[in-house]
């Protein structure tokens, strides 16, 4: 039986992409960021996953208002990373899994999680950002990803409880996929941040701490919170932080914490990093 054993959840910011790639991850602006991931890099070697179920969001590169799936699963063998207006980025393709992506899928809309399936597309920095934090700048990625796409960019957004539910239902989907797989879920995005109109700039520390400090134990109250709060409180971008509680609802109801980190400002956004593990039964494996 395949099995989630942990989550990760990190922001992925375009510029972290770009001081990665351009080697200037040293400098003054980029070291405290970059510190913050020195335990994740060490953790996620101990602890490489055969799988990572990538929650993350297209920002209008692949999807746009021609049609933008609420929720996706990518299905695909391979995705290319996207030009975003200065070429694909200098990382590896994505190697997907077809076989547990339709696996998923099927068991999803079973479950009346009605979403779209896509074969082929390329990823932008909300899938390839959180790669090269987590895994540095390998030849292959070491692990295949499977996509899975949700809309925080065209509203009506899905609400922050209904990613939760999605997670629950991704949980059950990967317990009966047959195969022995170690399975790790990232959530990405967030935290707050505003890129454009009046607020441009806006960054809220209370509302990225309280939502850092419910996140293991009290994910059903930051379920509860409705989206209009994000983007009044968090800035427009904030709502990309329920594609957090997709990934927190497909891990157990308790968790161990194994980092949490934040750091304000990269780029325009505040940088939010977590990483859960669930309990020992899954050492079972
Ligand atoms: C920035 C942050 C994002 O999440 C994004 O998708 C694009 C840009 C930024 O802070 O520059
Ligand atoms: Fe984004």
Redesign the pocket.
Known sequence: MAKISASVYT?????IGAAIDNGVTDEAYWQPLFKGYEYSKEWIKENMPDVVLLVY?D?ATAFDSNFIPTFAMLTGEEFKPADEGWGPRPVPNVKGHPELASHLAQSLILDEFDLTVVNSVDV???LTVPLSLMFGQPEHWPVKVIPIAVNVVLYPVPTGNRCYALGKALKKAVETFDDDLNIQIWGT??MS?Q?QGPRAGLINKEFDNNFLDKLASEPEELARTPHLDYVRLAGS?GI?LVMWLVARGAMDDNVIQKHRFYHV?????AVGHVILENGKQTEEL
């Open positions: 922001s992925h910011v375009p510029a969001n920002h932008d920095h909300g995005g967030g941040h890129l971008e990309e400002p990269a780029s325009n956004t």
